[in-house]
């Protein structure tokens, strides 16, 4: 975790209360790793979320969800296997680059099942209870996590609302949570298909302009070459 960057993102006094509460408090309980961890991790690295700014194009849902569950902090987080990534949020101050450790999260839970992770009272869950988390400036009780499923059954991470009071959802807002959390998955999923074919189509035409005598090799290289510079073009143009 970049210091600065934390202290940037927390404010200085909320970034003292933070390390104050993660020095003296229990820590979170880290749950086994997926089955499918190693996929997992792949498909996170492959849709290329982490690393870049994409804030704008996934601060509304942070909000739609204040809206349905009238929490006071929602958040999309990103899990790479070693660091959580929030990459939109409201009722908090977002860095989209700033790595904070995966084994101080409670999204972390939420990645063993395809279905919500919810938690009326954090000060009640073993797992939780005394935890940083629970404490100053965070001051959580409530926990809700909505896993962000692929299609293939991988986890990317979790759209995840959090509140300073003890509460409980409805079937209702349940129902509207994993519908949301869905937008966002198709949203990161369609982002990361739209630079793959972006890049295909600008190397099918260079490609097409190379000398026959060119190696697979040489092309292949032609296409990665390709491919990376339209993902950081389009990580400058969408991303602010």
């Not at 492959?46 to 942070?62: C, R, W, Y």
């Not at 939420?110 to 919810?118: F, G, Q």
């Amino acid at each position: 975790m970049s210091l600065r960057r934390a202290v940037k993102a927390l404010g200085f006094k909320d970034f003292v209360k933070m390390g104050f509460a993660v020095a003296t408090s229990k820590k979170i309980t880290v749950p086994p790793s997926p089955k499918n961890e190693s996929q997992r991790r792949n498909k996170v690295n492959e849709v290329a979320i982490v690393g870049h700014d994409f804030s704008q194009q996934f601060e509304i849902f942070p909000e739609m969800v204040k809206m349905i569950v009238g929490v006071d902090i929602a958040m999309i987080n990103i899990l790479d296997g070693k660091n959580q990534f929030t990459i939109g949020g409201s009722g908090i101050q977002v860095d989209p680059l700033l790595a904070m450790p995966q084994k101080m999260s409670i999204c972390q839970h939420a990645l063993l099942s395809p279905e919500p992770l919810v938690i009326p009272d954090l000060s009640k869950d073993d797992r939780f209870a005394g935890s940083h988390l629970t404490k100053p400036p965070t001051n959580a009780r409530f926990y809700a996590g909505f896993p962000l499923n692929t299609p293939e059954g991988l986890v990317l991470g979790t759209l995840c609302a959090v509140h300073r009071q003890p509460r409980k959802l409805d079937d209702e807002q349940q129902r509207l949570m994993k519908q949301l959390a869905k937008a966002v998955t198709d949203q990161i999923l369609m982002r990361n298909e739209q630079t793959k074919l972006t890049a295909s189509q600008v190397a099918a035409k260079r490609l097409a302009r190379l000398p026959t005598s060119t190696t697979v090799t040489e092309c292949f290289d032609e296409y990665l070459r390709d491919y990376f510079l339209v993902s950081e073009m389009m990580a400058l143009s969408m991303g602010k």
